[in-house]
Every structure is written in C-alpha cells, then in structure tokens.
Nanobody
Framework: QLVESGGGLVQPGGSLSLSCAAS????????MGWYRQAAGKQRELVAN???????NYGDSVRGRFTISRNNAKSTVYMEMNSLKPEDTAVYYC?????????WGQGTQVTVSS
C-alpha cells in the first residue's frame, strides 16, 4: 500500500513537499517514482529513484524538484521548488519490483495565485 501526503495549494514560485509512505512490501527492494496527471492529459513521469538511490527526472522538473528516499521509514519524498502553474496535477506515488507494481491514490497539487 502507498499513501501520499503533502499536496495542496501554493502560489507560483512557491514550494511543496510530498511524501509517500509504503507498507506491506520490502521497501528497499523497490524502485520508487512520482508521476503526475493534469486534467485532460496523460500521466507522465516526474521523477524516480532506484533501489540503489539513482535518480532520474522529467525534463520539465529537472533542477526544481528533488526525489529522495528513506528506507528505514519506507518513505519516498519529493521536494518541489519554483513551482509553476503547469505543475498543477494529481501526483501519484509508484513502486516497482520486477512484475510487481503499486500505485498510491494520488494527491492534488495546485499552483495558482
């Protein structure tokens, strides 16, 4: 199970932090990621982090967002800075290990003045 938290309303240029707490899995073995889906658009990768800690970012967020993980807490985080209106979306946590894949329920992030 994946449970996201930390979404909300923020002004352009502001910051938000997202968290995703995992349970029922050996968290350290899973590659973790954040995806987002804006209204009327396809879900897209925002960032991911491998079980070994290697990170990867979508072009639109590189340099503004930072993904990290704490295996002791079975939690993945994403720090989002310099937020733009186009970052508005539902953000989903994802966990992958071989054929196993899990999704969180999503958390809304709205960037608006």
């Amino acid at each position: 199970q994946l449970v996201e938290s930390g979404g909300g309303l923020v002004q352009p240029g502001g910051s938000l932090s997202l968290s995703c707490a995992a349970s029922g899995m050996i968290f350290s073995m899973y590659h973790m990621g954040w995806y987002r889906q804006a209204a009327g658009k396809q879900r897209e990768l925002v960032a991911n982090i491998t079980s070994g800690g290697v990170t990867n970012y979508g072009d639109s967020v590189r340099g503004r967002f930072t993904i990290s993980r704490n295996n002791a807490k079975s939690t993945v985080y994403m720090e989002m800075n310099s937020l733009k209106p186009e970052d508005t979306a539902v953000y989903y946590c994802n966990a992958k290990f071989g054929p196993r894949e899990f999704w969180g329920q999503g958390t809304q992030v709205t960037v608006s003045s």
